[in-house]
């Protein structure tokens, strides 16, 4: 999916937008240790794009090659974010790379958005969407791109703010 940032341009307060309640939004500074929960419970065994593999496997095999920028590029942390709860915990976070080339397939990706699960989070995630819109869009960013399952309910909201299909591809498992 992609986004155009020129042809139609967001509204500049989504890059300050808050969430409300115990949560605040700041600035990507996490490690794959701090974000790790989070994502875990954001992937679910009965979720599309859950990861099988150890703890283990995910820390060093997803998380900190994303946020190392060796899996997809550097990673755009002026316009990645985390939302925590007043003790630190994240629960929320929205993980932009820098990847070569020009959208759809390259350009200013959002590598990952997710958020926890329960309902006190619901929101979470299309609030740091915007944000993200926003201030690629301010630091001149062109277009936003990403790849989401066709199961996963988030491509929903991708379409509620404003990005289309820009191509279709299908993953086949073969039996061993």
């Given at each position: ?101 020009d ?35 301010a ?32 993953t ?5």
């Amino acid at each position: 999916m992609t986004r155009s940032l020129t042809a139609d341009p967001p509204p500049w307060h989504w890059a300050e937008i808050e969430p409300s309640g115990p949560f605040r939004v700041t600035p990507f500074d996490k490690s794959a240790t701090d974000i790790f929960d989070c994502w875990r419970a954001a992937y679910p065994l009965d979720h599309p794009d859950h990861y099988a593999g150890s703890d283990e496997q995910a820390l060093k095999e997803r998380l900190e090659p994303l946020l190392s920028g060796s899996t997809y590029g550097p990673l755009l942390r002026d316009q990645s974010a985390a939302v925590v709860e007043t003790n630190g915990r994240v629960v929320a976070c929205a993980i932009l790379n820098d990847t070569p080339g020009d959208a759809p397939w390259g350009g200013p990706w959002m590598t990952d958005l997710f958020r926890m699960p329960h309902a006190a989070y619901a929101g979470l995630g299309a609030l740091l969407l915007k944000r993200s819109i926003s201030r690629a869009a301010a630091s001149g960013m062109r277009a936003l791109g990403l790849v989401v399952t066709a199961r996963n309910p988030a491509r929903e909201i991708y379409m509620r703010y404003g990005f289309t299909v820009a191509d279709h591809f299908k993953t086949v498992k073969l039996p061993e």
